[in-house]
């Protein structure tokens, strides 16, 4: 978040993360009910994101028929570019910030690749584990790390903070497309949400007001406008991809920091890669008659070195963190839950004789085609210029 300030200035930054945040809310909210208004015409108790996205085409204009099953693969596609960049992501953060940590304390500098290609080995080992429930304890310990050097590094970020008047205000416009990709890249989570509304206890109290989406995306736009308002504030244009990697690399307390988040971010990607391996097998298993197990094993060990070489061969973080924003959050996050409500209310848009729910929607789906192609070109170009 302190870098997609770096892109924006601080108030252009703090305003537009607010903005942007609420069309993400808005976006997960319609994606929500047309879940429920499908659940009530099919008579079913859940429904996954891309077979949402395909019933609600199926019942929508007869335009959207032809579609429907386009819709379903594209919404997969985009979930597992997601969440295999946000690996490849995680093995670049986890290698810098170990790196951070070991030059000093062996007096070393090694290149950061060095670092992705020995965490190789131990990331195929853990995500040879198939069963999620024995990757829960993972899933707690990077919790607890994260949130133990999340408080740490709000303290280092809130010490001898400069006056305002030294940051900008604004940012030219051309680094805007950078801003955007960064922030929802890291606000949407939009591939996690019908899992959780399908496994609460009571799914109506997700939406609605206040209602657990509301309540939690209140907490999270607040947390992730003073993280980027405070690091950027501090750091000025010298804000790292990453705001551990700022923090004194001699001072103790930072080193433990960049260990927690390091070791966090290990086990986060072990739950990451989870969604996008069940997606691939699922469409390649009936490839294998036999040696499913062996088969299987041999998938998972090729997705992971896939991510540690692309994140070898684009090490540029911000860059790619931006990217990864632009190509699929915009549109699983955007785009689409757009579509599916349009297509879901088609018979009954409401909001007035001008049919406002449907303006609403062709905004956001502009908004989210132009977060798309601004957002992925000035990142391919700035990937690119870093070579």
Known sequence: MPLAFAHAGLAMGFVNTIIVGIICTHSIEILVKSAHMIYQRNRIPAIGFADLAEASFQMGPKLFHRYAQTAKFLINFFLVTDLIGCCAVYVVLVAKNLKQVVDIRTETDYDTRIYMVVLLIPLILINLIKNLKYLSPCSMIANVLMVTGLGITFYFLCQDIPPLDERPQFIEV??????????????????????????????????????????????????????????????????????????????????????????????????????????IWHYVKTKFSKNLNIAEYALRISLVTFTVLLAIVVPNLGGFISLIGAVTISMLGLVFPALIETATIYENPGFGKFNWRLIKNIFIIFFGFLGFFSGTYVSLKEIFESY
Do not use: R
């Not at 922030?183 to 799914?203: D, K, R, W």
């Not at 007001?209 to 209140?218: A, D, E, S, V, Y």
């Not at 736009?221 to 308002?229: D, H, M, N």
């Not at 103790?252 to 969604?275: D, H, N």
């Open 174 to 279: 051309q680094q805007w497309p950078l801003f955007f990709g960064t922030v929802i890249f890291a606000m949407e989570g939009i591939g996690v949400v019908m899992p959780l509304e399908n496994n609460m206890l009571n799914p109506s109290h997700f939406i609605g007001c206040p209602g657990i989406l509301n309540i939690g995306m209140t907490i999270l736009i607040t947390l992730y406008s003073v993280t980027g308002f405070l690091g950027y504030l501090k750091y000025g244009n010298k804000t790292e991809s990453v705001i551990t990697l700022n923090l004194d690399k001699h001072d103790p307390l930072a080193q433990s920091v960049k260990l927690m988040i390091a070791i966090g971010i290990f086990f986060t990607y072990t739950i990451q890669f989870y969604v996008p391996m069940g997606v």
